[in-house]
């Protein structure tokens, strides 16, 4: 192997920390190498996160490589992980980061000071916090994109994003708090913050200190679900993304996730089936707030009147079936919900992308009024009813009208795109040849996904019809082939998500199993990069 | 020292809290400098409360937690204090960009009607 490859699981962050310092050197006034620096930064993060994801996946039985940084033992020194799941979530980041990026070339990146910095400092948090192999620098990774994110929420200020932007810093300030409580609390019973080494410890704890242990887990669990939005933690959400600017929204929707990857991450190695007698600890909590979550974002997506609160409440919603699919704890549930987070992240992040392109052109408020002329009854609906009988369709309202098509099915989970074979792969284990019957849960999560797909639809049918079915005197809004692009882009991955489902989800199912069974990993930890990293690649 | 400590922290929870909760931005803000240092304080005890320990071990000891003072939590606790100041050094900015746009200091950018 050869010395750099060992080197590239640290370089998801250490790519964006140089280009955002070099952006600050830079200055604003250079626009045009800021954004090329900024375009050559997510294509070489993109580049090797792909990299990234094809070694995690490597058949050799290694499957994570470790990264220590500065070389020390893995108990004294800090370690980055790279498995499948954090191999993933990089990708993905990567993804978002790129298309975002090239969205905000076309005008946002000039409505306010330095976002192109803040965004390359938000990829890194962001990718530190998929790597990193302990709880300290988890929450360090932590601060680092949550900084970067209160600047960015806060982009092109206007009143109702700064209104916005400081209750989400305040509800996040205090959830980082409850965070540091939980892992010193963590750290005070077990004497370690290295996730591995924390679940080999786990099972040894003495019975009088388990409680404390718990506690601290559970503190630490609030944190993270704080950040995942789950009901009643996630009021923050949907006023924060809505104020937030398109781009800055798109990458915003993995930051939600980044809560349910904490919680599927250290829930499954601390408390698997190897913890002893903490063996499940928690579940019922993430399975009954997953289904809650899914109910009350079912039922914002129907009450809400603008298309930017939808995009927010439909994030609740995926937040939920994620927090509920991984609560029930079965392997091939997991393994569902993993692709269902690649899917509706890709989604939602194209459909806030789109629908500042939908909203352009309309007049302010146009959602609020279609919503009550429906309630009212419109009385200009007849006017010019037999006028035309074939209109000729602006090109740019058919694209974009095609795209919020597939982002309605998509969000809605029916067929043909990747929504549907998502929450297919979520719930055809409960149907599978092991069950006899559906047990009360499997009923719940099932009618609960059944009602969240009916709510998205209808939702998301009322506003496509107000944005899209209009009369024709209206100019279609003018967009950039740097807008329509990244959208395209999310899109037609989501298409190769559903056309190449099978060996995607291989890799899911893969990813489930080894997180479900943690010995590899804290194995390969420990063993560190001396054999598990150098190991028979060909 | 357990029980002054602990009273020390719970204190400033409790009075961190009930800021948080009030309608002012300033008291707010307030509220989350003393529930950090609350947390501070309590990262720093659990590396156990001793007194006279040693910071570095004697040459030729064995590393053992009864030697000397855990250096772990000491290094948690600057890292904490220096993100919570810088984070509320950015919330500060954030507030006062608030009362410049909407003309109140109230969280919800409007007052309530009395």
């Keep these: 192997m050869n010395s750099w490859l060992d080197h590239l699981a640290i370089a998801p962050i250490v790519i964006p920390l140089l280009t955002g310092a070099a952006m600050v050197v830079v200055g604003e006034r250079r626009r045009m190498i800021e954004a090329g620096l900024g375009v050559a930064s997510t294509l070489l993060l993109l580049a090797v996160s792909i990299a990234l994801l094809r070694m995690a996946d490597s058949t050799d039985q290694a499957m994570l490589r470790v990264y220590r940084l500065g070389d020390w033992p893995v108990t004294f020194g800090i370690v980055l992980v790279v498995d499948r799941l954090a191999a993933l979530m990089v990708l993905l980041t990567s993804i978002l980061g790129f298309s975002a990026l090239i969205f905000s070339l076309a005008r946002w990146y000039r409505k306010g000071a330095h976002f192109q910095p803040l965004f390359q400092f938000q990829l890194m948090g962001l990718n530190g916090a998929f790597l990193t192999g302990d709880l300290f620098n988890l929450f360090v990774f932590f601060e680092v994109l949550l900084a970067a994110s209160y600047g960015l929420a806060l982009h092109g200020p206007v009143v109702a994003r700064v209104k916005a932007g400081l209750h989400y810093i305040a509800v996040n300030l205090t959830a980082s708090l409850l965070f540091l409580v939980g892992v010193s609390m963590i750290y005070g019973i077990a004497g370690t913050l290295n996730m591995a080494d924390l679940a080999a410890r786990i099972p040894a704890i003495p019975a009088e200190d388990r409680a404390l242990l718990e506690a601290g887990a559970a503190i630490l669990g609030v944190a993270f679900l704080i950040k995942a939005a789950m009901w009643p933690l996630g009021f923050w959400l949907p006023n924060t993304y809505s104020a937030a600017s398109a781009p800055v929204a798109a990458i915003l929707s993995i930051l939600s996730k980044v809560g349910v990857y904490a919680v599927l991450r250290l829930w499954l190695l601390l408390f698997g089936d190897t913890a002893g007698d903490s063996a499940g600890f928690g579940g019922s909590w993430l399975l009954f707030g997953g289904l809650l979550t899914i109910a009350f974002g079912s039922v914002a997506v129907l009450a809400t009147q603008h298309l930017t609160r939808l995009a927010g409440a439909s994030v609740l919603v995926s937040s939920g079936t994620l927090l509920a699919a991984v609560g029930t704890g079965q392997v091939a549930i997991t393994g569902g919900a993993l692709f269902y987070l690649a899917s509706s992240v890709l989604a939602i992040a194209a459909f806030f992308l789109l629908i500042e392109l939908v909203d352009r052109g309309r007049e302010l408020g146009a959602d609020v009024l279609a919503v009550t002329r429906e309630a009212y009854g419109d009385e200009t609906e007849d006017e010019d009813a037999q006028e035309e009988v074939g209109i000729a369709i602006p090109a740019g309202t058919a694209i974009l009208g095609t795209s919020f098509l597939a982002c309605g099915l998509l969000l809605a989970g029916l067929p043909p795109l990747s929504g549907f074979l998502a929450k297919f792969a979520i719930l055809a284990p409960l149907f599978g040849p092991g069950q006899d019957g559906l047990s009360l849960t499997g009923w719940a999560i099932l009618i609960a996904l059944l009602l969240s797909s009916l709510t998205t639809i209808i939702a998301v049918a009322r506003a496509g019809i107000n944005a899209f079915w209009k009369p024709a005197a209206e100019a279609a809004p003018s967009v950039r082939m740097t807008e329509l692009g990244p959208i395209g882009f999310l899109l037609i991955l989501c298409v190769i998500l559903t056309v190449q489902a099978g060996p995607v989800m291989r890799y899911m199912e893969e990813t489930a199993q080894s997180l479900h069974a943690p010995r590899n990993y804290i194995e390969g930890v420990f063993t560190g990069s001396a054999d598990a990293g150098t190991g028979g690649r060909p | ?114």
């Excluded at chain 2, 357990?2 to 719970?10: D, M, P, T």
């Excluded at chain 2, 947390?39 to 937690?65: H, M, Q, W, Y």
């Excluded at chain 2, 250096?71 to 900015?93: D, K």
């Design chain 2, 1 to 114: 020292m357990e029980a002054i400590l602990s009273l020390a922290i719970g204190l400033l929870t409790a009075s961190g809290v009930w800021l948080i909760l009030r309608p002012r931005t300033f008291q707010v803000i307030i509220g989350l400098s003393l529930l950090s240092y609350a947390v501070n304080l309590f990262i720093f005890s659990t590396g156990g409360l001793r007194i006279g320990a040693a910071p570095i071990l004697e040459p030729g000891t064995a590393g053992d937690l009864a030697q000397h003072a855990d250096p772990l939590p000491q290094a948690l606790v600057l890292t904490a204090i220096v993100i919570s100041f810088a984070t509320t050094a950015l919330f500060l900015v954030v507030l006062l960009a608030a009362r410049g746009l909407t003309g109140t200091d109230h969280v919800d950018g409007r007052e309530t009607d009395q």
